[in-house]
C-alpha cells in the first residue's frame, strides 16, 4: 500500500485555473516523453551538477576522475534527448552549472548530436568560500544549446549578466539548497523564449525559473520528483499568479484572458 501511495504522490498533476501553468511531481525522463513533440519554446533549468560523482577522486576535488565525467554525461544525455524533441526547430536548452560541470554537459550534448552555442556568465558579485589551493568564485553559468533555426531577437543580449548582488547565506528566499535568483533565470527566459511562448523545467526545484515565466509572460511546466521542492514550488508559482493582472481570476460572467489569446 506504502508504495502504490508513492507512485501516486509522484503522478501528481496541477493545473492553473487559468490554465497557463502546469506543474508535475515526477521524474522528468518519464513526463518530458508525454508532452508533445515540437511544442515547447525553451527547457530553462538548474539540473543537479553531479560533481560529487566520486569513484577514484578526493571528496576535497568536489569531482571525480574523467571516467566519472563521461559517465555523468550519459545521465544528462538522457534527458537532453527528450528535451531536444519537446522543442521547436526555434527552440533553445539552456542549464545552469558551474566550471566542474562543463565537460560532462558538453559530453552529453554531444551524444545526442547538439551541440552548445553559448555560456552565460552569471557574475554574483559576491566573492565564495574555497578551499586554500584555489581561487575564490564569483560566478556560475548557464551553457545554452540552439535548435536549427533560433535566433535570438535582442543583439545587445550579453554572455554576462550581472544582476543583484547574490550571496547564498543572506540572498535565498526558499529552502533550497542550490536556489538561484529570479533575475537571472529571468534573463534566460526572456532572451531564450518569445512573449506567450512556452518554457519547461524538467528540475523545478523550489519553482524559480517558473516564477520568472509567469513574470515575463510565458507558459509553463514543471517537473520536481522532490515532494517538499514540488510543494513550494507550487506555493510560489500560486503565488506569482495572483500577482499578474491578466492571469488573476475574473468575476463570474467575465471572460478569462489567458497566455494564448492574442
Not at 100 to 111: A, E, F, Q, W
Request: some cysteine.
Amino acid at each position: 500500500n506504502s508504495n502504490n501511495q508513492g507512485r501516486n504522490r509522484m503522478n501528481d498533476k496541477w493545473t492553473s485555473e487559468c490554465g497557463t501553468v502546469t506543474l508535475y511531481l515526477g521524474d522528468c525522463l518519464e513526463v518530458l516523453p508525454t508532452l508533445e513533440a515540437g511544442s515547447v519554446d525553451a527547457v530553462v533549468t538548474d539540473p543537479p551538477y553531479i560533481i560529487g560523482a566520486i569513484s577514484t577522486g578526493t571528496e576535497n576535488a568536489k569531482c571525480g576522475t574523467w571516467a566519472d565525467m563521461q559517465n555523468a554525461s550519459y545521465w544528462f544525455s538522457e534527458w537532453f534527448a527528450l528535451s531536444k524533441k519537446t522543442l521547436r526547430n526555434t527552440g533553445y536548452l539552456s542549464l545552469c552549472g558551474n566550471w566542474r560541470s562543463i565537460p560532462t554537459i558538453l559530453c552529453g550534448l554531444s551524444r545526442v548530436k547538439w551541440s552548445a552555442t553559448s555560456c552565460v556568465i552569471w557574475d554574483k558579485q559576491w566573492i565564495g568560500p574555497a578551499y586554500t589551493n584555489a581561487f575564490r568564485p564569483t560566478y556560475e553559468l548557464a551553457i545554452v544549446a540552439a535548435m536549427q533555426d533560433a535566433t535570438i531577437p535582442d543583439r545587445s543580449a550579453s554572455d554576462l549578466f550581472r544582476g543583484e548582488k547574490w550571496c547564498a547565506g543572506h540572498s535565498k528566499t526558499t529552502k533550497h539548497p542550490a536556489e538561484k535568483p529570479v533575475d537571472f533565470m529571468s534573463y534566460l527566459v526572456r532572451n531564450l523564449s518569445p512573449e506567450r511562448g512556452l518554457v519547461v523545467d524538467p528540475f523545478m526545484g523550489s519553482g524559480t525559473t517558473g516564477v520568472s515565466a509567469i513574470h515575463d509572460g510565458r507558459r509553463f511546466i514543471g517537473i520536481e520528483m522532490d515532494e517538499s521542492n514540488y510543494a513550494e514550488a507550487r506555493g510560489r508559482i500560486q503565488d506569482e499568479l495572483k500577482k499578474v493582472a491578466f492571469l488573476e481570476p475574473k468575476p463570474r460572467g467575465v471572460q478569462q484572458r489567458t497566455l494564448l489569446d492574442e
